[in-house]
């Protein structure tokens, strides 16, 4: 279970990705880092782990996230900051959570006017069957 904190990171970090056009960019960071913690207990060691340094932990992190977008950058330096970055994992996985609820709402309004068609379809078809 995600913390609030990873949360309100995913949400602030998916805004901020929205006003830059850069969702796209910023959900496959967020899909690597959630590869990397799940495939590799190394990896997870490597967050973990109190004596290893932030910026070490953050110069591993981006060496293994290719062509990474700058607002990754941004959000691992706030991590850094705030002594957050063992939480990075919860944070990709609330992106991600949080990219496809939008998606499944826009994919909802987008067939509901199909779906009042339909249901407006059936009443006619039902009357007519009535009648018939």
Do not use: G, W
Not at 64 to 88: C, E, G, M, W
């Amino acid at each position: 279970m995600q913390s609030r904190a990873a949360i309100r990171y995913a949400k602030a970090i998916f805004e901020i990705a929205k006003e830059e056009n850069s969702i796209d960019s910023v959900f496959r960071d967020m899909k690597r880092v959630e590869i990397l913690c799940n495939s590799s207990h190394d990896f997870k060691n490597l967050l973990s782990n109190s004596q290893i340094s932030y910026n070490e932990k953050k110069t591993a992190i981006l060496s293994l996230i290719k062509d990474h977008n700058s607002l990754t950058i941004k959000l691992l330096d706030l991590l850094i900051q705030n002594k957050r970055v063992y939480i990075v994992n919860d944070i990709a996985n609330s992106f991600d959570s949080y990219c496809l609820c939008l998606s499944l709402k826009d994919m909802i309004r987008s067939i509901k006017p199909t779906l009042l068609e339909y249901k407006d379809f059936l009443s006619e078809f039902s009357q007519l069957m009535r009648n018939y």
